[in-house]
């Protein structure tokens, strides 16, 4: 008997016999010195944020995670940005926060644009996604939605030309989708979808989908299509699944990103964060909707799962592969018994219930 021929019977035999295949990923390689604590800046937030973020401090320090936090207290209401804050994360290169109220109308700048703008946060990027054990109208939704941060509505270039007419300015820029057909390539996707109202907007839009038809003709691996924004809220509500990764400008990545995460099972469950050249801040992916409710904040039964997944991207972030897997497994079996929920998601259980039922399912 040839020796090819004895070694394919000795794997027939071992199947056979039902050992198990070993599941365990090639090993990650780390350079000396990367597994030494690293320190991230952490903005608890507002209305139920110093919640959820406590919540991934305890389940931080029950895997005994390789990272540690600085604190700093701020609130949507300040008119800006509190000393050190910024020197803060320029240090530490990530930044974990909670949900920022920002105040409607009056002339007061949002804080969650300015933190963006100063750090050149360009892409923002939620993962909308079906998790096992949780119900919702649509299967097999994963989507990437990835929205320019810093430029478009969100720049804030308005004024007042004269008494009751107000004119605002909206720009594109090229390096957005850069950043999206290079994480559909790393992540190994297969489609990126430019979202636009390029038949309206002919020029701002028109350059977003020319700066993304240029992109794409050099990851031809990827395919490529366009769709206007209106029948794309209509298509995700009736085939969610067609989407892969999703482009955007700002405003209408706002409005995609939140009717994406709606669809896939809620706002309280899906990560996201928001990246430069240098920093990163992670945050709940989608409208932090419970921010301002009351009601929630007093019970103390906000939803941490959110930002318990976007802590385990950002754990991937750093360059901590297995602690991320480690906590996006408990998080998913916690959803997938379905015996600790909270309201948002059906059920009765406090944030700290469910923050005991991770701790009790890692590894």
Known sequence: MSRQSFSLLKNLRSIASGSKI?????????????????PVTLIPGDGVGPLVTNAVQQVMEAMHAPVYFEPFEVHGDMKSLPEGLLESIKKNKVCL???????VGGGVSSLNVNLRKELDLFASLVNCFNLPGLASRHENVDIVVIRENTEGEYAGLEHEVVPGVVESLKFCSERIAKYAFEYAYLNNRKKV???????????ADGLFLESCQEVAKKYPSIAYNEIIVDNCCMQLVARPEQFDVMVTPNLYGNLVANTAAGIAGGTGVMPGGNVGAE?????QGASAGNVGKDTTEEQKNANPVALLLSSAMMLRHLQFPSFADRLETAVKRVIAEGNCRTEDLGGNSTTQEVVDAVIANLD
């Open 279 to 283: 920093y990163a801040v992670f945050e």
């Open 193 to 203: 979808t430019a979202v636009h109202k390029a038949n309206i907007m002919k020029l």
């Open 97 to 103: 926060k909670g949900g920022l109220k920002t105040p």
């Open 22 to 38: 070993q599941t365990r990923s090639v090993t990650y390689m780390p350079r000396p010195g990367d597994g030494k604590p690293r």
